[in-house]
């Protein structure tokens, strides 16, 4: 079977599933994800040989620290998978929930029935825990999925797939709701973002070359994020230990993720109280530093910040840092070269605050708290199937309700129009 065939026969499996999963209840939605948890945890030795060989082959291709670590599978990942799983086992089931019904004067009833968006494929890189994700998050919103991880990942996201085929087994779901694409021809993405008889909606997840090609060669419509250039605006109002401390958690804590500090400001009159002890600290971690002329006034050993450092995503230990002269400056800076993801300020003045939530235009914005919370999981969400810079549909942290629509109900008592 070649790659174009094999792709529509997964197609026309998950549609078909689509429509059963569409009707399963709560409960037998549940007792998957449980039994998913389970094999997972059963399966954490199978887990990490498979992790291990695909660590290896990337290692022998030169993958960067990076990649490595997003591509690891850990102990503590693993927990993680299983806390997220068990988490989206005990959120609300949002299918068929039924809102703003109200009479209309014709005396029929009119308001809005929640309903699964359908197939969603999901496109991904590197990172071998978004097959759990999206498998729970399609699976508890009543979608049936096609899930597609990058080769470098192949090996671990197999094993996963498996625990998964047997969560589904145990509920006596069709293996067919969620399908793990095997074949690692390329030709497999480009099928897949143009079968809009068997897809409804693509999420990609990965870099920025993967999802702009997606975006321009789907016919499928496409739930996505290009980059995640986030910033975190220290105010002239900042509580100087909150600051550094959020300061360093939002460009340390991890920095292959899109939810990574790229980009630091500084309003002018607090500059001098924290800038050297934040240098200090950046570059006891390896950090390296480039910033404006303002920033190497202060910091005169870093290298000087470009036009392009403003607008990069470094996904690495490096940060760029610009000195403000006000907190409007601050969001005029985050909206020209932001994208749209994540931005955060450091301040006691609760009225820069509520300005700062209201003007920056990103799809997650924060008060005194790092970037790095900006996470399905972290949002209570259980996980989430990727990060929205959209504005149609869904924005920020796509998470169960996400992966739903509605449709119009409409309740008559034999009603005719005249």
Known sequence: MNTQAYMIDLGQKA????????????????????????AIDEARAELMSANEKDLMAGREKG??????????????????????????????DPIGGITGMNYRPSGIQVGKMRVPLG?????????????????SLCLKSGNAAILRGGSESVNSNLAIARCVRQGL?????????????????REAVGHLITMPEYVDVIVPRGGKGLIERIANEARVPVIKHLDGICHVYIDKAADKIKAINIAINAKTHR??????????????????EVLS?????????????????????????????????????YLAPVLAIR??????????????????????????????ARAFLRDVDSSSVMVNASTRFADGFEYGLGAEIGISTDKIHARGPVGLEGLTSEKYIVLGDGQVRV
């Not at 599933?17 to 037998?28: G, N």
Request: hydrophobic share 45%; net charge negative.
């Open 169 to 185: 087994e145990v509920a006596g779901l069709p293996l067919e709701v969620i399908q793990v694409v095997e074949t690692p021809d």
């Open 323 to 352: 000195i403000v002269a006000s907190m409007d400056e601050a969001i005029a800076h985050i909206n020209l070269y932001g994208s749209h993801h994540t931005d955060a300020i450091i301040t006691e003045n609760y009225t820069d």
């Open 277 to 313: 002890e934040l240098a200090e600290r950046y570059q006891a971690t390896g950090v390296e530093l480039r910033g404006c002329s303002r920033t190497l006034n202060h910091l005169p050993g870093i290298l000087p910040a470009t036009e392009e450092d403003w607008a990069t995503e």
């Open 255 to 272: 920095y292959g993720t899109c939810n990574t500090m790229e980009t630091l400001l500084v309003h002018e009159s607090i500059a001098s």
């Open 15 to 38: 549609r078909h599933a689509s429509r059963l999963i569409a009707k399963a209840d709560t409960q037998q939605k549940n007792k998957a994800l449980f039994a998913m948890a389970k």
């Open 63 to 92: 993958l960067d620290a990076a990649m490595l670590d997003r591509l690891a599978l850990t102990p503590a990942r693993i927990d993680g998978m299983i806390e997220g799983l068990n988490q989206v086992a005990a959120l609300p």
């Open 119 to 135: 197939v969603i494929g999901i496109i991904y890189e590197s990172r071998p825990n978004v097959t759990v994700e999206a498998a």
